[in-house]
């Protein structure tokens, strides 16, 4: 939405050599409104590898922040079940924890903080190790188990 938030990505790339199963885009009458992307894939839980379908490429215009990330998740939703996936997950960085709440209450997902997540591609920032540990949001959706 501005030069601020496009800094954490500078230098690097999200989602580098993802191909999203599904792209949910969002118009009105003054062009795209929202986007999300969605694509299964398996991480590892404990010592458990486990199916979900991770959620990203998330945004929403400007002009819209704030009418309602849990309306367009209930419309992805139907697409989820389809893909027949136990849980949806997602993570974002801990300044939008204010934004990620509101989607949580709603009773959609669970926001989960203290999970160390390790990224394990080689290419999301070419000039760091191929692994690494972050401190993020977890977000969990319930599909197919509770």
Same mark, same amino acid.
């Given at each position: 939405t501005n030069a601020s938030n496009a800094k954490p990505f500078e230098g690097g &790339?999200?989602?580098a050599g993802a191909r999203p199963e599904v792209r949910a885009i969002g118009? @009105?009458?003054?062009g795209i409104a929202a986007h999300i992307g969605i694509l299964r894939r398996f991480i590892k =839980? #404990?010592?458990v590898d486990l199916l979900v379908a991770e959620l990203g490429l998330y945004g929403v215009r400007p002009d819209l922040? #704030? *009418?309602g990330i849990s309306f367009s998740m209930r419309f992805v939703y139907p697409v989820l079940q389809q893909l027949g996936v136990p849980f949806a997950f997602g993570t974002v960085r801990h300044a939008l924890r204010n934004h990620v709440e509101r989607f949580c209450r709603g009773g959609?997902? /669970?926001?989960l903080s203290g999970i160390p997540v390790r990224s394990t591609h080689p290419e999301v920032y %070419? @000039?760091? %190790? %191929? /692994? &690494? *540990?972050? @401190?993020? *949001? =977890? *977000? =969990? /959706? %319930?599909i197919g188990r509770s």
């Open positions: &790339r999200s989602w118009y @009105d009458a003054h =839980v #404990g010592e922040e #704030g *009418l959609l997902a /669970t926001m %070419p @000039d760091l %190790p %191929p /692994t &690494r *540990l972050e @401190d993020v *949001l =977890v *977000l =969990v /959706t %319930p």
